[in-house]
C-alpha cells in the first residue's frame, strides 16, 4: 500500500520536503540572498528599483524611543497596515482601516488605544515576530482595499496570489481566500483556502482547504473555482522579474490585487511552502524538470519566460 | 552533486571497518564485546574471635597469571589491621588486632576472570631436594617403587602415581614388605605427604596447592591437592580420588608451596566459608582490565584509560549521535513532527536520571503551566528577552519544588530535576505556545507528542548497554554513525507523512 502511494506521488511528479530542501532550495537559493527577501523593507526598495509595484511605505520604525517620529508619521493617516520587517506567517500584522477620537478602529472592528498600538510596535522592534527572534523594525504601509473580484469567495481579510518561481518562470499558481477559520488572514495553515490558478488562462480550479479537497467557501457557499483573475499577464511579469531582482532561483512570491493600484508585490518567500501542490492538484517536481530541460532562448527575459510558462503549463 | 557526499560516506565506512579490523585482528579484540566473559565473585567470610583478646589471621588470596585476572579486589577488616604480603608465589593477607569473644567479621571480595585459552606459559620448574623429614631408608624405598615408572613419559608417569593413592600399582605389584612400608609411610606423613615423595622419587616436579574448586557453591573447608610438573603445565592430582586432571581451569588455588591457605595464630579461633558464585555484569571489567594491562598505542588511547567516573560520561555521550540520526531519520523518512533537533536528545539524556515516566509526566507538567502561564503574559505584552527569563525563572521555581517535594516524600526522581535541561523547557514552552497560536491547538499537541515519542526512542537506545559497550570499546563507530547520518542528509525522496499528505494530487489522475 505504501508503495503503491509512493508510486502515485512519483507519478504525479510531487515535490516532497526533502527534495525541496535539497535539490532546489540549497542548490538555488544561495544564504546569502536570503536577507533581500527575509526583510520586507530591503524587499520593497529593491521591488522599487525594478519597477515591480509595492504597497506604499508610510514609516519605518526601528527605534524603540521613535514615538515622535511615529505620531508624525500617522498624522492624518487612518488606514494602514503595520507590518513586522522580518515577520512570517502574517503575524504581527495589524491592519487599521479607521481613526476615532478613541483610538484606531482595526480590519475585524476592534479597537486599539494609540497607547496598545505603540505596545505592538515596539513589540515587532523587540523581535517577538521576527524569524530568528532578532530586533527587528516595524513598518507602517499604506492599507490594501483589495479588488471585488474575489469578494464572493472570500471572508474579510485580503486574499492573495502566490506564484511559484523556479530560475525566473512561473511554475504554479494560487490563491488564498480567507475564512471565518482563517480569522481574515491568507494563510493556509491557519484555515484559509487555496485555490490553483490555471497558469496560462488566470483562472481558479480546484480548492484545498486543510488539506482536504472543497469545491465551494465554507462561509460564502459560492464555488471557488471559475474565477477569472484580473491583470494575471502583469502578475506573472512581476512574479517573473523577481528573479533578475533577487538571484534567487526557487522563490514563493505573495502578490495582492489593490482595487486602485492593482497588483502588488507583498513579499517573496525563499521557503515557499509545497501546499500548492494540493490546491493545484498537480505535482511541482514534473514542471521543474520541465524548465530544466527547456531551451535556454526561454530564460533571455520575463516576457519570455512568462510565455513560455503560459504556453508549457496549462 | 551527490557524489561528493556518497565518496565522504564510503571513506568514513571504510575507516571504521579498517580500525575495527585493526583491533579484532592483531590486538585480539573480541568480535562480539557484549558476550560475557567466564567471571567468579570470589568472597571469603571470616569471623574471628579469640579469648586471649588478640588475634592474627593469614588467608591466601588468589593470584594473578595471563589465564586468570583479579579484579575488583574489596576487603573490610572490621576492627582489625591489614597487611598484604607475598610468601614466594603467594598473595597473603594478614589481619591482626585486638578481638573479643564476640569476634569481627573479615569480609574479602574479588571478581576473577578466567581465560581458558590463555594458559600460563611458566618456566619449568626445578627439581628441589628431598626434604629433610623424609629419612634416608624411606627415600630409599621411595626410590625403588618409583623405579616401575622409568620408562613412560611424564604425563603418564604422573597418572600412575596418581593411581597409587588409591591403592593401585598395576603390575606387577611391589613387594608385599615394600607395600607395607609404603603403607606405614603414609600414615606417618600423609596421603598429600607421600604422593609428593613418590613424584620426586620419580623425578618429577612437584608442590602442594591449597584452595577451592572453581566451581558455584559455598566451603567451609580448603581442599588441598598436589600439583606436578608433566613438561608443559601443572597437572593437578587429587589425593582422595587418585586422580590426575589437566585442566587448571577447574581449581582455584591460594596457597603454593606447601604454605597454609589459612593460618591463624595469637590464641584465635574462626569460622571461615569461601564462596564462589558466576558473574555477570563484568563485561565492562572484562575489556578494563585487559586494555588497562596492554601497552599497545590504540590500547593505550582507549577509553578504558579514563578515570572511572569520567568514563561513565563517555559511555552516554558516544550514542548521542545514534541518538540524533535516529532524530533525523523519524524527521526527514517518516515526517515526525519534533521541536527541533537536539530538545528530544537532551530530554533523553535527562530522562536518565529522573527515569522515564517521571521525566515525561514532569516535562508535561511544566510544559502545561508554563503554556498557561505564558498565555496570561501575552496579555501584559512584555519584551521578548524578560519575556523569556519570566518563563524561565518559572521553570527553575518549578524544579525548585518538585526537588522539596521530592525530598519531603522520599522520592529521588523529583530531586534529579534539576537535570532536565531547563534551557530547552523554557523555549519548548515558547514554541508551543507560537505553534499554538499559528496552527492550532491541534499541531502544538501533535508536535508535542512526536517530541516526547522521539525522545522515548532515543533514551532507548543511549540506555542500551550492549550498545553502550560496543561504542566504548570500538569508537571508531561513530565514524560509521556519521556516514548514514552524511547518507540521511542526501536523501531526497518523499516523507512518509507526505504520502499521507498529497494523497489527493495524483489520487484522481
Given at each position: 500500500?505504501?508503495?503503491?502511494?509512493?508510486?502515485?506521488?512519483?507519478?504525479?511528479?510531487?515535490l516532497?520536503m526533502?527534495?525541496r530542501n535539497a535539490d532546489y532550495i540549497m542548490r538555488y537559493n544561495p544564504r546569502s540572498l536570503f536577507p533581500l527577501v527575509d526583510d520586507k523593507?530591503l524587499t520593497?526598495?529593491l521591488a522599487?528599483?525594478?519597477?515591480?509595484?509595492?504597497?506604499?511605505?508610510?514609516?519605518?520604525?526601528?527605534?524603540?524611543?521613535?514615538?515622535?517620529?511615529?505620531?508624525?508619521?500617522?498624522?492624518?493617516?487612518?488606514?494602514?497596515?503595520?507590518?513586522?520587517a522580518r515577520g512570517s506567517g502574517?503575524?504581527?500584522?495589524?491592519?487599521?482601516?479607521?481613526?476615532?477620537?478613541?483610538?484606531?478602529?482595526?480590519?475585524?472592528?476592534?479597537?486599539?488605544?494609540?497607547?496598545?498600538?505603540?505596545?505592538?510596535?515596539?513589540?515587532?522592534?523587540?523581535?517577538?515576530?521576527s524569524l530568528s527572534?532578532?530586533?527587528?523594525?516595524?513598518?507602517?504601509?499604506?492599507?490594501?482595499?483589495?479588488?471585488?473580484?474575489?469578494?464572493?469567495?472570500?471572508?474579510?481579510?485580503?486574499?492573495?496570489?502566490r506564484i511559484v518561481v523556479y530560475r525566473g518562470?512561473?511554475v504554479?499558481?494560487?490563491?488564498?481566500?480567507?475564512?471565518?477559520?482563517?480569522?481574515?488572514?491568507?494563510?493556509?495553515?491557519?484555515?484559509?483556502?487555496?485555490?490553483?490558478?490555471?497558469?496560462?488562462?488566470?483562472?481558479?480550479?480546484?480548492?484545498?482547504?486543510?488539506?482536504?479537497?472543497?469545491?465551494?467557501?465554507?462561509?460564502?457557499?459560492?464555488?471557488?473555482?471559475?474565477?477569472?483573475?484580473?491583470?494575471?499577464?502583469?502578475?506573472?511579469?512581476?512574479a517573473?522579474?523577481s528573479f533578475?531582482m533577487t538571484g534567487l532561483g526557487y522563490t514563493g512570491v505573495d502578490?495582492?490585487?489593490?482595487?486602485?493600484?492593482?497588483?502588488?508585490l507583498l513579499e517573496l518567500n525563499a521557503r515557499p511552502g509545497l501546499?500548492i501542490?494540493?490546491?493545484?492538484?498537480?505535482?511541482?517536481?514534473?514542471?521543474?524538470?520541465?524548465?530544466?530541460?527547456?531551451?535556454?532562448?526561454?530564460?533571455?527575459?520575463?516576457?519570455?519566460?512568462?510565455?513560455?510558462?503560459?504556453?508549457?503549463?496549462? | 552533486?551527490?557524489?561528493?557526499?556518497?565518496?565522504?560516506?564510503?571513506?568514513?565506512?571504510?575507516?571504521?571497518?579498517?580500525?575495527?579490523?585493526?583491533?579484532?585482528?592483531?590486538?585480539?579484540?573480541?568480535?562480539?564485546?557484549?558476550?560475557?566473559?567466564?567471571?567468579?565473585?570470589?568472597?571469603?567470610?571470616?569471623?574471628?574471635?579469640?579469648?586471649?583478646?588478640?588475634?592474627?589471621?593469614?588467608?591466601?588470596?588468589?593470584?594473578?597469571?595471563?589465564?586468570?585476572?583479579?579484579?575488583?579486589?574489596?576487603?573490610?577488616?572490621?576492627?582489625?589491621?591489614?597487611?598484604?604480603?607475598?610468601?614466594?608465589?603467594?598473595?597473603?593477607?594478614?589481619?591482626?588486632?585486638?578481638?573479643?569473644?564476640?569476634?569481627?567479621?573479615?569480609?574479602?571480595?574479588?571478581?576473577?576472570?578466567?581465560?581458558?585459552?590463555?594458559?600460563?606459559?611458566?618456566?619449568?620448574?626445578?627439581?628441589?631436594?628431598?626434604?629433610?623429614?623424609?629419612?634416608?631408608?624411606?627415600?630409599?624405598?621411595?626410590?625403588?617403587?618409583?623405579?616401575?615408572?622409568?620408562?613412560?613419559?611424564?604425563?603418564?608417569?604422573?597418572?600412575?602415581?596418581?593411581?597409587?593413592?588409591?591403592?593401585?600399582?598395576?603390575?606387577?605389584?611391589?613387594?608385599?614388605?615394600?607395600?607395607?612400608?609404603?603403607?606405614?609411610?603414609?600414615?606417618?606423613?600423609?596421603?598429600?605427604?607421600?604422593?609428593?615423595?613418590?613424584?620426586?622419587?620419580?623425578?618429577?616436579?612437584?608442590?602442594?596447592?591449597?584452595?577451592?574448586?572453581?566451581?558455584?557453591?559455598?566451603?567451609?573447608?580448603?581442599?588441598?591437592?598436589?600439583?606436578?610438573?608433566?613438561?608443559?603445565?601443572?597437572?593437578?592430582?587429587?589425593?582422595?580420588?587418585?586422580?590426575?586432571?589437566?585442566?587448571?581451569?577447574?581449581?582455584?588455588?591460594?596457597?603454593?608451596?606447601?604454605?597454609?591457605?589459612?593460618?591463624?595464630?595469637?590464641?584465635?579461633?574462626?569460622?571461615?566459608?569461601?564462596?564462589?558464585?558466576?558473574?555477570?555484569?563484568?563485561?565492562?571489567?572484562?575489556?578494563?582490565?585487559?586494555?588497562?594491562?596492554?601497552?599497545?598505542?590504540?590500547?593505550?588511547?582507549?577509553?578504558?584509560?579514563?578515570?572511572?567516573?569520567?568514563?561513565?560520561?563517555?559511555?552516554?555521550?558516544?550514542?548521542?549521535?545514534?541518538?540524533?540520526?535516529?532524530?533525523?531519520?523519524?524527521?526527514?523518512?517518516?515526517?515526525?513532527?519534533?521541536?527541533?533537533?537536539?530538545?528530544?536528545?537532551?530530554?533523553?539524556?535527562?530522562?536518565?536520571?529522573?527515569?522515564?515516566?517521571?521525566?515525561?509526566?514532569?516535562?508535561?507538567?511544566?510544559?502545561?503551566?508554563?503554556?498557561?502561564?505564558?498565555?496570561?503574559?501575552?496579555?501584559?505584552?512584555?519584551?521578548?528577552?524578560?519575556?523569556?527569563?519570566?518563563?524561565?525563572?518559572?521553570?527553575?521555581?518549578?524544579?525548585?519544588?518538585?526537588?522539596?517535594?521530592?525530598?519531603?516524600?522520599?522520592?529521588?526522581?523529583?530531586?534529579?530535576?534539576?537535570?532536565?535541561?531547563?534551557?530547552?523547557?523554557?523555549?519548548?514552552?515558547?514554541?508551543?505556545?507560537?505553534?499554538?497560536?499559528?496552527?492550532?491547538?491541534?499541531?502544538?499537541?501533535?508536535?508535542?507528542?512526536?517530541?516526547?515519542?522521539?525522545?522515548?526512542?532515543?533514551?532507548?537506545?543511549?540506555?542500551?548497554?550492549?550498545?553502550?559497550?560496543?561504542?566504548?570499546?570500538?569508537?571508531?563507530?561513530?565514524?560509521?554513525?556519521?556516514?548514514?547520518?552524511?547518507?540521511?542528509?542526501?536523501?531526497?525522496?518523499?516523507?512518509?507523512?507526505?504520502?499521507?499528505?498529497?494523497?489527493?494530487?495524483?489520487?484522481?489522475?
Open positions: 500500500m505504501i508503495f503503491e502511494s509512493l508510486r502515485r506521488l512519483n507519478r504525479a511528479g510531487v516532497g526533502n527534495g523593507v520593497k526598495k522599487e528599483s525594478f519597477q515591480i509595484p509595492t504597497p506604499a511605505i508610510y514609516y519605518v520604525v526601528d527605534r524603540n524611543g521613535d514615538v515622535a517620529g511615529l505620531r508624525e508619521a500617522l498624522r492624518g493617516v487612518c488606514e494602514f497596515a503595520v507590518k513586522p502574517g503575524s504581527g500584522i495589524v491592519l487599521i482601516r479607521d481613526c476615532t477620537e478613541k483610538g484606531y478602529v482595526t480590519q475585524s472592528g476592534e479597537m486599539i488605544s494609540p497607547q496598545n498600538l505603540f505596545y505592538h510596535i515596539s513589540d515587532i522592534l523587540s523581535g517577538i515576530y527572534g532578532l530586533e527587528d523594525r516595524a513598518i507602517l504601509e499604506a492599507l490594501i482595499h483589495p479588488d471585488p473580484v474575489f469578494d464572493a469567495v472570500s471572508y474579510q481579510g485580503v486574499p492573495d496570489v518562470v512561473p504554479m499558481a494560487m490563491v488564498r481566500l480567507p475564512t471565518k477559520a482563517s480569522d481574515g488572514k491568507a494563510n493556509l495553515h491557519r484555515g484559509a483556502i487555496g485555490a490553483g490558478i490555471e497558469l496560462s488562462q488566470g483562472t481558479t480550479i480546484t480548492a484545498v482547504h486543510r488539506s482536504m479537497v472543497v469545491s465551494n467557501h465554507p462561509d460564502t457557499g459560492n464555488p471557488v473555482s471559475g474565477v477569472q483573475v484580473p491583470y494575471w499577464e502583469k502578475m506573472l511579469w512581476m517573473a522579474r533578475e502578490l495582492v490585487i489593490d482595487r486602485d493600484r492593482g497588483p502588488l501546499a501542490q494540493l490546491a493545484n492538484r498537480k505535482g511541482l517536481k514534473e514542471r521543474l524538470e520541465k524548465i530544466d530541460q527547456a531551451p535556454p532562448e526561454v530564460f533571455a527575459c520575463p516576457e519570455t519566460r512568462v510565455e513560455w510558462a503560459r504556453k508549457t503549463f496549462d | 552533486m551527490k557524489r561528493p557526499a556518497l565518496w565522504l560516506a564510503l571513506f568514513l565506512f571504510l575507516l571504521t571497518a579498517a580500525l575495527l579490523l585493526y583491533r579484532i585482528v592483531w590486538l585480539e579484540y573480541p568480535v562480539f564485546p557484549t558476550a560475557p566473559g567466564k567471571a567468579w565473585q570470589l568472597t571469603i567470610n571470616a569471623r574471628v574471635f579469640s579469648e586471649a583478646g588478640e588475634a592474627r589471621v593469614l588467608l591466601g588470596l588468589p593470584t594473578e597469571n595471563p589465564g586468570r585476572m583479579v579484579v575488583e579486589e574489596r576487603i573490610s577488616s572490621g576492627a582489625l589491621t591489614l597487611g598484604l604480603a607475598r610468601e614466594g608465589s603467594n598473595r597473603i593477607g594478614i589481619w591482626s588486632g585486638p578481638v573479643g569473644l564476640e569476634g569481627d567479621e573479615i569480609v574479602y571480595r574479588a571478581t576473577i576472570l578466567i581465560r581458558p585459552r590463555k594458559a600460563p606459559p611458566e618456566q619449568p620448574p626445578g627439581i628441589a631436594p628431598y626434604p629433610d623429614r623424609f629419612t634416608r631408608e624411606e627415600i630409599i624405598l621411595a626410590e625403588r617403587l618409583a623405579g616401575r615408572w622409568k620408562g613412560l613419559p611424564p604425563s603418564e608417569r604422573i597418572r600412575a602415581i596418581a593411581a597409587t593413592a588409591r591403592g593401585e600399582w598395576k603390575n606387577p605389584p611391589p613387594e608385599m614388605k615394600d607395600l607395607a612400608a609404603w603403607k606405614d609411610l603414609g600414615r606417618t606423613h600423609g596421603r598429600e605427604e607421600s604422593l609428593l615423595l613418590l613424584l620426586r622419587a620419580a623425578n618429577l616436579p612437584a608442590r602442594l596447592v591449597e584452595g577451592i574448586p572453581l566451581a558455584e557453591g559455598i566451603q567451609n573447608q580448603l581442599l588441598s591437592w598436589v600439583e606436578s610438573w608433566n613438561g608443559k603445565n601443572w597437572d593437578i592430582i587429587l589425593p582422595e580420588r587418585g586422580e590426575a586432571v589437566s585442566d587448571p581451569a577447574t581449581y582455584l588455588p591460594l596457597s603454593i608451596g606447601g604454605i597454609p591457605a589459612l593460618r591463624i595464630s595469637g590464641g584465635g579461633r574462626s569460622d571461615i566459608r569461601w564462596s564462589l558464585s558466576r558473574q555477570i555484569v563484568s563485561r565492562w571489567s572484562l575489556h578494563w582490565e585487559r586494555i588497562r594491562r596492554s601497552t599497545r598505542f590504540l590500547d593505550r588511547w582507549s577509553l578504558f584509560q579514563l578515570p572511572p567516573e569520567f568514563q561513565r560520561t563517555f559511555r552516554i555521550l558516544l550514542l548521542v549521535p545514534i541518538g540524533t540520526l535516529i532524530i533525523g531519520f523519524l524527521r526527514n523518512m517518516i515526517g515526525f513532527p519534533t521541536f527541533g533537533i537536539f530538545m528530544p536528545v537532551l530530554m533523553a539524556l535527562a530522562f536518565r536520571s529522573t527515569g522515564l515516566a517521571y521525566g515525561l509526566g514532569i516535562f508535561a507538567g511544566i510544559l502545561l503551566l508554563g503554556y498557561a502561564v505564558r498565555l496570561g503574559l501575552d496579555k501584559l505584552r512584555l519584551l521578548l528577552v524578560p519575556r523569556m527569563s519570566v518563563i524561565l525563572t518559572l521553570v527553575i521555581a518549578c524544579f525548585t519544588l518538585l526537588a522539596l517535594t521530592g525530598n519531603k516524600f522520599g522520592l529521588r526522581e523529583f530531586m534529579a530535576v534539576g537535570l532536565l535541561p531547563f534551557v530547552i523547557l523554557t523555549m519548548v514552552i515558547e514554541r508551543f505556545f507560537v505553534l499554538v497560536e499559528e496552527a492550532g491547538i491541534r499541531a502544538g499537541l501533535r508536535t508535542a507528542a512526536g517530541s516526547a515519542a522521539v525522545s522515548i526512542i532515543a533514551y532507548g537506545i543511549i540506555s542500551w548497554e550492549p550498545l553502550q559497550l560496543t561504542f566504548f570499546v570500538y569508537p571508531e563507530l561513530l565514524a560509521a554513525v556519521a556516514a548514514v547520518q552524511i547518507l540521511l542528509g542526501r536523501y531526497t525522496g518523499y516523507r512518509l507523512s507526505e504520502l499521507f499528505r498529497f494523497r489527493a494530487v495524483g489520487g484522481s489522475s
